[in-house]
């Protein structure tokens, strides 16, 4: 397998040529280190863009929803999907509103979608959608019921091209723009997990396990 | 005008209903929460999802890009289009995988997107998205040139419908699965701004306003 997407006239990145980057490893990195995605599809003839939590296994996405969902519905009707993950990393404060931007990682996904059925392939993916946002988290949990499978709707999205767009660093001015007397510079964004709060019904004595407890203070 | 968005098959949230929320004030807060929105067109009928940079003003939100972008262009032919903003506000630990969620803060909207034409219209557009991003760095700026507001597109979207979701406190178990010895609670996710970064090629002695160092440590 090649180390990036191929472009085409779907993934190639228009504007800001220059932060467009179509390497696997980059945009996998993205995908993996936030906590939905947006997804976008066709109802009736107009755009809906829904918010998803999602897993990935190399280059399958697994989304879920309830199974009646209509998300889940039109993905399994639809040819291509379209899926964006963007983390925002700052405001870039720059000598001119037209320069003003801000610094960011975003990944775009397309990819046909279709319906994950039978019991085992669903199970597999949902603990691949566990594992993505809590990880370790499955093995702790009790064995997921029959009908608690049966409810939930699963779609698998094979990547099919994909681009990333990374922007990071200080302004970029006009050449003019550098002499005016105004501060310039970065203000970074962090989403950070802080600490874990307990639920009121907890069983006396039960405390959260070291894989819960890795997730205090990681960053996104 | 009514405190609520009118529900319509539109906007009418599906899954989960007892979240919902179709208030104006509660759909506009979130929108004034985030830094970028996730738009949703159609091109050759396939879907596509964008992250944009976005400003409020009442019921119209003013999205802006490179003027010959895509985005720009296809939002102008769209008849309606459809927006969301999500904060993901942290993840919860219910006793089972079924019952494992996230807390969150969600508006989608729904409009008509026309391309804001005219310097006046478009600086004051452009002023908005700036002041929405950026509080009160837009007046501590040189003016924007011709040429700058010429080479922006800028798209005004009419709220037509919106709704809100929103997701908060403590998992919600079977009430079986509450017998289980396993801790269960709430690890929150909080975006936060740092601490300003000046840029390498700051004039001498030139400091940042009160405007923008009001920004550091503000949580979303």
């Known amino acids: 397998m090649s180390d990036d997407y191929s472009v085409s006239k779907q993934n190639k990145v228009r504007q800001l040529r220059e932060k467009a980057v179509y390497d696997r490893k980059t945009v996998h990195a993205i995908l993996d280190s936030a906590m939905i995605a947006h997804v976008a599809f066709v109802e009736d003839g107009h755009p809906v863009v829904v918010p998803m939590l999602y897993g990935r296994d190399g280059e399958t996405l697994f989304l879920h929803g309830a199974r009646k969902a209509r998300v889940i519905r039109l993905l399994k009707g639809t040819g291509t999907a ?4 963007t983390h925002v990393d700052g405001l870039v404060y720059a000598r001119s509103a037209f320069n003003s931007s801000m610094n960011y990682r975003s990944a775009t996904v397309f990819g046909s979608a279709r319906l994950v059925e ?9 603990r691949i959608i566990s594992e993505c946002t809590m990880p370790g988290r499955w093995d702790e949990l009790r064995a997921p019921l029959a009908n608690e499978v049966k409810m939930t709707g699963v779609i698998a999205l094979e990547i099919e091209s994909a681009s990333a767009k990374v922007a990071t660093g200080m302004p970029e001015d006009e050449d003019d723009d550098y002499a005016i007397p105004i501060w310039a510079g970065v203000l970074p964004l962090e989403s950070k997990f802080t600490t874990l709060q307990s639920d009121d019904r907890l069983i006396d004595g039960v405390e959260p396990s070291d894989v819960v407890r890795s997730m ?5």
Chains 1, 2 share one sequence.
């Open 118 to 126: 039978g019991s085992d392939e669903k199970l597999r993916a949902l």
């Open 216 to 220: 205090e203070k990681k960053i996104l």
């Open 82 to 85: 379209c899926l964006n993950v």
